[in-house]
């Protein structure tokens, strides 16, 4: 039954290693330690964050709710993120900015660091940086901030921890199946402006 | 579009209709994490003491459940009237798990002492089963307290007598003095527990 | 003919098995992956060991300060530990390991790390506010269908895709 592993124990740290290991390795193998090549989706030449974010993304809903449905994972039972929708928001532009300006974020970054850019290693500074940053003015700038807006749904007995499915009000698989949906007309639309456009694949 | 492209939609398309059916369900087998059995094991209410769960069996209380955790060659010498026998290395019989996972009857754990029962508890309890105890002292202090009250035993005083004119009554009623007493009301067939189960079954969909 | 290994993979592969990576994640210790979470946990660790009258003034690192685990021992940590290793790892293997500074032709390597600095700050300071950066809050939450994971990954990508154009000249 999962999670196979007790949070604290020495083995889940374990755990964690490898699936860092895996994690960087596709990262790299993706082409996500290279900052032009992911700074490219804003700039149209380069799709690939897209495609392997969105496919991640379902890939991982799926076969969760699959693993549900054979019984050996607790989908309701899980780690989730409360949704606070003022501080993602704010937070998330933020980070949008960072990223163009960047050309990383913070697991790319590591990975592009392992493969000796330079400029990565420059970015994981400026995170520690700003975390920094953050702490210093937590109490005057973000304490209220961050605990704003938060998303409650009635009848729900987790507050705050809102799927979409619940939202939208269907059952999370056939929000999945929208999500799936949706993720194939976001592939189909990157193609065609690739193929429009006759952009390359390019190396860096 | 080439063949990879389309064998891959398909895939998604199949996978995500076919999961669109079904809905996310509790899984029946949730075990609870180690603090929050932490948090239960060192609640004093998991217990009750032989006089309480005398009290139950007299008053008959419906919701009782008995579970005798001891070996059937013992549970067929004695045994606690109307008690069922499930052996802990049985425990986790699919069979027997039935019985255990509900919350409409208060289930007592017991043995000979109070450690085997309480093995039995963390074993149920880490599966998530709900009202579920463990008779403290288990069938030595059964024995000792209701069967075989002494008025030495302990300092005396007005409650003390209360609880000894107490226990010479559920003695009586239990047949006691003695522990050999093979009475026909301490030896009873187990009851069957109706199965009800609490969980939440899967709507809809091609099953 | 060119070194296969070279060439990065097909793009709808890598994340089918990111996906499993993540799958993995959830699978095996309930966690979803993550990467700035690592890097809040190591600043707490050390202001808390640097400044510890400082840490129980403050608000932010008064649960680190009291504690009783080392901060730095945790799933995160060791799992951005592990994207350092498997990225050397695959780097060497595709033969791409390679100290540089990489940025486009119309700019300068100290430009480049300025505005990566920068990109680096607002990253830190977004990815606490935002409970975690595009893999934390994005495609974990995104995994596990949270409307946090959602709104976040929008965000992200809606701002990045608003302010391309004040910085075009980094890239193109």
New interface residues.
């Given amino acids: 039954m ?4 007790e ?2 124990s020495e083995w ?20 996500f ?5 992911l ?5 149209g ?1 380069d ?2 964050v897209i ?14 709710l699959f ?1 549900n449905y054979f019984g ?2 607790d ?1 309701e039972n ?8 003022t ?34 290693l ?14 210093f003015t ?2 005057p700038l ?2 209220t ?2 605990g704003k807006g938060k ?1 409650l749904i009635e009848g729900s007995d987790t507050p705050g ?5 619940e ?1 939208i009000g269907v059952t ?1 698989g056939v ?2 199946l929208i ?1 799936i949906a949706f993720g194939i007309f976001v ?1 189909w639309f990157v193609e065609k402006i690739k193929k429009t456009y006759n952009i390359k694949d390019v ?2 | 579009m080439n063949g ?2 389309i064998f ?1 939609l398909v895939m998604l398309i199949t996978l995500g209709l076919f999961i669109a059916f079904t809905s996310v369900k509790k899984n029946e087998s949730a075990e609870i994490s180690p603090d929050q059995l932490n948090k239960k094991i060192i609640q004093q209410t998991r217990y009750f003491t032989p006089e309480e769960v005398a009290k139950f069996i007299i008053s008959e209380d419906p919701s009782l459940q008995l579970i005798d955790v001891r070996l059937p060659k013992l549970y067929n010498k004695f045994s606690l009237k109307g008690a069922m026998n499930i052996p802990l290395k049985n425990i986790l019989n699919e069979d027997n798990l039935l019985y255990l996972d509900q919350d409409v009857y208060k289930t007592v754990f017991f043995s000979n002492g109070t450690s085997d029962a309480d093995v039995a508890w963390i074993l149920v309890t880490r599966l998530g089963y709900e009202n579920v105890y463990v008779m403290k002292g288990g069938l030595n202090q059964w024995v000792e307290n209701i069967l075989q009250p002494s008025e030495h035993s302990v300092v005396w005083d007005r409650i003390d007598d209360q609880m000894y004119q107490y226990r010479k009554g559920a003695s009586e009623y239990f047949g006691g003095k003695s522990i050999e007493a093979t009475d026909a009301d301490v030896l009873v067939k187990p009851k069957k527990a109706p199965i009800k189960r609490k969980k939440k079954e899967v709507e809809g969909g091609c099953e | 003919m060119e070194d296969k290994s ?7 592969l ?23 979470g690592a ?2 946990d190591v ?1 707490k660790t050390a ?1 808390v060991k640097v400044a510890p009258e400082y840490s129980q003034s ?4 008064k649960s680190a300060a009291e504690s009783e ?1 080392s901060p730095i ?1 945790t ?2 940590v ?14 060497a293997f ?1 033969g ?9 032709p119309k700019i300068t ?1 100290r430009t ?2 300025i ?50 154009w ?3 000249k ?3």
């Fill in positions: 999962a999670p196979i592993f949070q604290a889940n740290l374990m755990a964690a290693l490898f699936i860092g290991i895996a994690f960087g390795w596709v990262l790299e193998r993706a082409g330690s290279t900052s032009r090549k700074a490219g989706v804003f700039y030449y799709f690939v495609k392997v974010f969105f496919t991640a993304a379902i890939t991982a809903a799926l076969g969760l693993l050996v994972f989908f899980v780690w989730m993120p409360t949704t606070y929708v501080p993602t928001i704010v937070g998330g532009v933020i980070m949008g900015l960072g990223f163009v300006m960047g050309g990383f974020c913070p697991g790319t970054s590591v990975c592009a660091a392992a493969t000796g850019k330079l400029d990565a420059a970015f994981i500074g400026g995170i520690v940086l700003g975390v920094v940053l953050y702490t937590y109490e973000w304490e901030l961050r998303l921890k809102v799927k979409i499915g939202l999370e929000a999945v999500f592939f190396e860096y | 990879k492209h891959g | 070279k060439k990065y993979m097909n793009p709808y890598a994340g089918v098995l990111l996906g499993f990576v993540i799958m993995a994640a959830f699978f095996f210790s309930g966690e979803g992956l993550g990467g700035s890097f809040k600043i202001v403050s608000t932010y690192f685990h021992k799933w995160l060791f799992e951005v530990l592990g994207v350092l290793i498997g990225g050397v790892i695959s780097g595709a791409r390991l390679k100290l540089q500074v990489e940025h486009s390597s480049r790390i505005f990566a600095v920068l990109g680096g700050i607002l990253f830190g300071i977004g990815s606490q506010l935002g409970r975690g950066c595009t893999s934390g809050a994005g495609l974990s939450g995104m995994a596990v269908m949270s409307v946090s994971g959602f709104l976040s990954v929008a965000a992200i990508f809606g701002s990045g895709y608003l302010f391309a004040f910085f075009r980094l890239w193109i």
